[in-house]
């Protein structure tokens, strides 16, 4: 058994005292689910955890605003309560269809929005969704706040650009009315397994015409990745099964990663196939 202490402090200021400065191996923790696994793994051998739970009321919540034109949801809001909350249905779909296969419900019950995007492991079904909404994320540390599009968050393998010291505190949400979107998980073993590849979509229509356009690709690269290439031959355009067509194709010069759950290669046919699927469901 390995000795560790578990903190809960009750404000912001504690908190950043007990992370202490940049050579300490403590670290905030959210649902501690990843922290565990790590651990276990012994790849990682903290000498202190610190719970955000009680530090700031900002961190808890899920706020949309008086205008309807954006949500504001705190870190630590788990799986769950995203999974369940009747205005993020409403007008987020696409996070609750993909709260459906994430995971299980015993993770879902803890884990947290906050922990999720920190860990920043590329496997993960919500950041890609998060980055196709445009979001961004508030951060506080001991110099202040800060706003960061999701964006330029991701760093690459389990890394952001979080600065040291620096806690995500909130993910702002802009809601899009009139767009249609989707995340297809594409897993090679059970539903509920990690993605091969994870395609997060979103579409604006006029009539025939597609006007915007947002394409992720997650689970395949070091991080979530917008398809720009794709994206652009398709947006101004009418979605022809051509077009479509040439979209997927415009995937090739991706530097896709091999893992357990598939070859480079049949990522790469994984991705050109679905992605052409969901444009043409999606576009009709
Ligand atoms: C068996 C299992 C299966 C899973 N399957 C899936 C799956 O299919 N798809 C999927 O997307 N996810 C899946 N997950 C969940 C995912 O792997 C992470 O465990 C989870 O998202 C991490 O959330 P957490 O709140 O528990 O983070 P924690 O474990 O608490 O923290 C993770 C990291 O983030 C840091 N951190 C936590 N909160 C903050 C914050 N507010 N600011 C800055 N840093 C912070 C921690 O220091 C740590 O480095 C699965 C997890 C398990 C255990």
């Known amino acids: 058994m390995i000795g560790l ?12 005292a007990l992370l202490g400065d940049d050579e300490s191996t403590a670290r905030p923790m959210g649902g501690g689910t990843a922290l565990m696994l790590m651990m276990k793994a012994r790849l990682f051998k903290p000498s202190a955890l610190v719970s955000l ?21 705190g870190a630590m809001t788990t799986f769950a309560a995203l999974e369940h909350h009747d205005a993020i249905a409403k007008h ?15 993770v879902r019950n803890v884990a947290t929005i906050g922990g999720n995007l920190a860990h920043a492991d590329p496997h993960l079904d919500l950041p890609p969704v998060w980055l196709s909404l445009d ?17 330029d968050f991701f760093a690459g393998y389990y890394e952001t650009n979080l600065l040291p ?13 009139g767009w249609r979107r989707r995340y297809v998980k594409i897993t090679t073993r059970s539903a509920h397994d990690w993605p ?36 652009s031959i398709l947006r101004g355009q009418k979605l022809t099964p051509g077009r479509i067509a040439d979209a997927a194709q415009a ?22 196939v679905h992605l052409a699927r969901a444009l043409q469901d999606l576009s009709e």
């Open 5 to 16: 202490d578990i903190h809960e402090p009750q404000s912001l200021e504690e908190a950043f």
């Open 196 to 231: 091969a590849v994870g395609i997060a979509l979103g579409l604006q229509m006029q009539a025939e015409l597609c006007t915007d356009v947002r394409i992720v690709l997650s689970a395949a690269t070091d991080r979530p990745l917008r398809l720009e290439a794709a994206e």
């Open 251 to 272: 995937t090739g010069d991706i530097h896709i990663e091999s893992d357990s759950r598939g070859s480079a290669d049949y990522k790469a046919h994984l991705l050109k």
């Open 165 to 177: 010291g620096e806690l995500i505190m909130q993910v702002h949400v802009p809601v899009s009315p």
């Open 135 to 151: 979001s961004s994320i508030r951060t506080i540390g001991p110099a202040g706040e800060r706003i960061v599009p999701l964006a």
């Open 92 to 106: 987020l779909p696409v996070i609750t269809q993909t709260m459906v296969t994430l995971a299980n419900p015993r």
């Open 53 to 73: 739970a009680k530090a700031d009321p900002r961190f808890h919540g899920i706020h949309l605003s008086s205008d309807g034109k954006a949500f504001t949801i």
